[in-house]
């Protein structure tokens, strides 16, 4: 075998395309929506070489077009997961044996497929499945998921080539990075399909072995991930797909003792039953299992009195109200002082009477569908109490339909108190609370936002005032993983903005990062001596 110190390709941040009027990747990506419009497809489990279909079929519908039917996917049980978890430790050894380079040049040629042969179709298959615009879905499904693998790599290999400083004269000190002792279950969420790629990707590239459980709502383009997974060379059973009811996967998943870990992004409730179930079942495992957890946020942007109005007003347009809200980093409470609030207010209104709403496949409409029903009625219930409550006024918004698709009008909410329902608890979706504050109360303001919510993702401070930003930034320090200034809360980029949260919004353990593979390796350190010692007794030993 071949051996060497090899150099990956250096990563860069994926190109963005604009589908702009005119464009060809706006005509391939429409041709690619009307040829997925045209099919239903069969969708089955991977588990191990198998496409395993268990005639228990559940359809795949759009958000934003319930009616329509793009396909089926196969219903598994408990059996498959044992399956899964079965296929998975078959091929751990040969590929946790196979050289490293060779599971790099599986991932980058995932990349390259993804931005050129499977762009359109991956993009499509999120932009019908899960309601995204085509910006949102490009920079999802076809950049920040390119990225993660490729950054990955790159991260990967400077993982492997950390060594001690120091080696004393006669000795080798070494340390090796071995994949974990048993498999790995990736739990992944609807919104982002590059999200639901990286979970199990990242775990796999560092020589492990994965179960794979995506949100029924990203089924669709979860399968066309499979897909160019497999065409990069993925071998069977390194990263096995299955479609089951949560509590049964864990039923099976955290009772096994050869369970090493999960990698989940999700919800901060799941999130902690997990914990607690791992907790419970401590004893089964052969190894203590890593916990790694993306959960909910509170997002939050607070205006100093100092901003400028239309930086605030897009920041908040945006950072609310793309992809219907839907992001973990979606700006969901906001800070106005009073002497800023009535321009931003008119600002915001003008925006929003210029949103389009409507399907993905009509690219004028920026506002599409919420996820499902279930959550389009969980966020059109919090907007019904809020405009009956004498504690918050709708000023924006507030109307919604579920006839054709789960479709929601942006919503904004002045609230009374800044610890009013929709100020502290997660909504995911299009749903912005304001809290319009005295501009003397600026400090007492940087106390609220740190002690309203439960969660701590992102957050953003807008100011010109650098005195401002400098206290904002200490005294939010615990309130927000990812900080911005002068800038919307979300949009984190893959090698530039590793993300990720703590308190209740996760481990923090920053996707898009080295810290994240670390997380997927278990370090042995080796110590050879070339000239051993021959007799136990140490020079102090001896007799005056």
Known sequence: MLKGFFNVPSPTNEPIYSYAPGTKERKLLQDAIATARAQEVDIPMYIGSEEVRTGNKLPLTPPHDHKHVLGYFHKGTQEHVKAAID????????WENLPWEHRAAIFLKAAELISTKYRYKLNAATMLGQSKNAFQAEIDSACEIADFLRFNVQYMTEIYSQQPPVSPKGVWNRVEQRPLEGFVFALTPFNFTAIAGNLPTSVAMMGNVVVWKPSDTQIYSANV?????REAGVPDGVINLVYVHGPDAGEVIFKHPDFAGIHFTGSTGVFQDIWKTIGENIHVYKTYPRIVGETGGKDFILAHPSAEAK????????????????????????????SLWPTIKDLIGKDLETFKMGGT??????INAVIDEKSFDKITKYIDRAKESSEAEVVFGGDYDKSTGYFIRPTVIVAQNADYETMQEELFGPVLTIFVYEDDKWSETLKTIDQTSIYALTGAVIAQDRYAIEEATHALRHSAGNFYI???????VVGQQPFGGARGSGTNDKAGSMINLLRWVSPRTIKETFNPDTDYRYPFLGEE
């Open 311 to 338: 930086v605030v007003s897009t920041a908040l347009v945006r950072g609310a109200f793309e992809f219907q809200g839907q992001k973990c980093s979606a700006a969901s409470r906001a800070y106005i002082p009073k």
């Open 225 to 229: 991930l499979m897909e160019i997974f």
């Open 361 to 366: 496949e009509d690219f004028s409409n920026f």
């Open 486 to 492: 002068n800038d919307k809360c979300t949009g984190a």
């Open 87 to 94: 296929a998975a430790l078959s091929a751990k050894e040969a």
